[in-house]
């Protein structure tokens, strides 16, 4: 990064134009040089691999990371701002001259900061508040499925939990029980008999752990599930490459249900056919279908899906980038990521050209602190990274005391790339040796569905 450009010299800023309406952006202020200060929202691995993907931009000159992590603080200046702040973000971006904001967490999405900072006529790439519903409600964005005929599980909501049980009792087991609203990563349960679905929706309805809120019953499905992103700006879809999550927390898919604990792409059991339809019949209708609704999609759609018996399924939408997803994703990435970024911001995808990635596999595995779902401790030293020759993406880390600590459940994510998958991993479980805190744990089985199950 060309930390030595004279920014103060070289930017001009035209005052900011109110914009009435969030949904169309296309006469935003422009940075009248090539010189472009850029804000990322977030303090993840997700949002290390974007600055990382922006430094790597000839238009970009100066990164901030808003509040960032102690990975993120070597390619990009870290502001010690929430990422749900959105006052005090737009306020930083307006005396920061910064041209380009880019938002990470769904938080802050649904906090409504693209909606603040296009009022103010700041260019951002991510959705409004309402366009994110397709990942903050459950409901919203299975209706809008069953009204396009996009392919997902049976389902019914309810807020009657008498209604819901009887529900239940007509359908076979397992049932998928999904709270509607942010429960922390704990909304969803699949419940095997009719007596864990009757306690599960009197947590949910009756007690109201999660806070008072509706649930969506859903089918239970079966079969892989895959990870299809997509840069979406109304109609126009311009898709990223294919990749498989993690969620379980140990090897053989056991245990409880993670953030995620490791992605690859390349996936041998989705063809090309099963990608064209995921595309034709899945992103692109939905992208129609929110344009409709009036709240067209303006960022990253992230389709969660399955591939069935009975053919693909969406089984969730996120509203953005997915973590650990784009940290194998991005490093493919041959094209200037900002100027896709800008376009998609200032309504401009017209002229944007198909990006371009690599021909080439990625594979990382994340480091966990030990006891990661749950109760975990934190601030235990990290050494050793500086050995490595992968690209390390930090997620949950800090730097105190000069040094390099653990400050969050998910902390590191080691990622290799190559022609060769097994080749891939074999390179980065040698490397993950090579770091240092015995705090940590990871799975060694990344990407089985690909090099075992697959065979
Ligand atoms: P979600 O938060 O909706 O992505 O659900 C979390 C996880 O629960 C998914 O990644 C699936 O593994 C599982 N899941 C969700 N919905 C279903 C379903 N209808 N059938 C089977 N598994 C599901
Ligand atoms: N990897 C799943 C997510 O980002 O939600």
């Not at 920014?7 to 010189?35: A, F, G, H, Q, W």
């Not at 019914?156 to 942010?182: I, T």
């Not at 007690?207 to 895959?226: A, N, S």
């Not at 339809?277 to 389709?303: D, H, N, Q, R, W």
Request: one cysteine or more; proline letters at 4%; a negative charge.
């Amino acid at each position: 990064m060309n930390k030595e450009s004279d920014l103060s010299k070289k930017m001009e800023i035209s005052s900011p134009k109110k914009l009435t309406d969030v949904n169309r952006l296309t006469d935003v202020n422009r940075i009248s040089t090539d010189v472009n200060r850029v804000l990322v929202i977030g303090s993840g691995g997700r949002e290390h691999a974007i600055a990382d993907a922006l430094r790597r931009s000839p238009q970009v000159s100066e990164i901030f990371c808003a509040p960032g992590n102690a990975g993120t603080a070597q390619i990009a200046t870290n502001v010690a701002i929430k990422d749900t702040d959105v006052a005090g973000l737009l306020h930083f971006a307006q005396e920061n001259h910064i041209g380009l904001t880019v938002v990470g967490p769904e938080a802050a999405l649904a906090a409504g900061v693209v909606d603040a900072f296009r009022a103010a006529g700041l260019p951002i790439f991510g959705h409004t508040a309402a366009a994110t519903r397709i990942e903050s409600s459950k409901e919203f964005a299975k209706q809008l499925m069953e009204a396009h005929g996009i392919p997902s599980a049976a389902y019914r909501g309810f807020s009657n939990y008498d209604e819901a049980v009887a529900y239940v009792e007509s359908r076979p087991l397992p049932a998928v029980l999904k709270y509607d609203g942010l429960a922390a990563g704990k909304g969803v349960v699949i419940a095997e008999t009719i007596e864990e679905a009757r306690n599960t929706l009197k947590d949910m309805l009756l007690d109201e752990t999660f806070g008072e809120g509706k649930v969506i019953v859903e089918d239970f499905l079966t079969g892989p599930e895959f990870s299809f992103m997509a840069f979406v700006d109304g109609k126009n879809i311009f898709p990223m490459p294919l990749s498989q999550d993690h969620k379980r927390a140990f090897d053989g898919d056991k245990g409880p249900n993670t953030g995620g604990m490791g992605a690859y792409t390349s996936l041998p059991f989705i063809s090309e056919a099963d990608r064209e339809f995921a595309l034709e019949k899945i992103l692109k209708p939905t992208a129609a279908a929110m344009c409709e609704a009036g709240c067209p999609l303006s960022g990253v759609l992230y389709a969660g899906l399955m591939k069935t018996p009975n053919g693909i399924k969406v089984i969730e939408f996120n509203a953005r980038f997915g973590d650990p997803e784009t940290e194998v994703v991005l490093p493919l990435l041959q094209s200037d990521i900002y100027d896709i970024f800008y376009k998609i911001a200032t309504g401009n995808s017209a002229q944007l050209t198909e990006p371009s990635w690599a021909e080439e596999v990625t594979m990382g595995v994340v480091l966990a602190s030990k006891g990661y779902p749950g109760k975990y401790e934190k601030g235990f030293e990290i050494k050793g990274i500086e050995n490595l020759q992968s690209i390390v993406y930090q997620m949950g880390t800090t730097f105190s005391d000069n040094k390099l600590k653990t400050s969050g459940g998910r902390v590191l994510m080691v990622i290799g790339k190559g022609v060769n998958l097994q080749s891939v991993r074999n390179d980065i479980y040698q490397e993950i040796e090579k770091i240092e805190c015995d705090h940590l744990f990871y799975r060694h089985d990344i990407a089985h569905w690909a090099i075992e199950d697959g065979k």
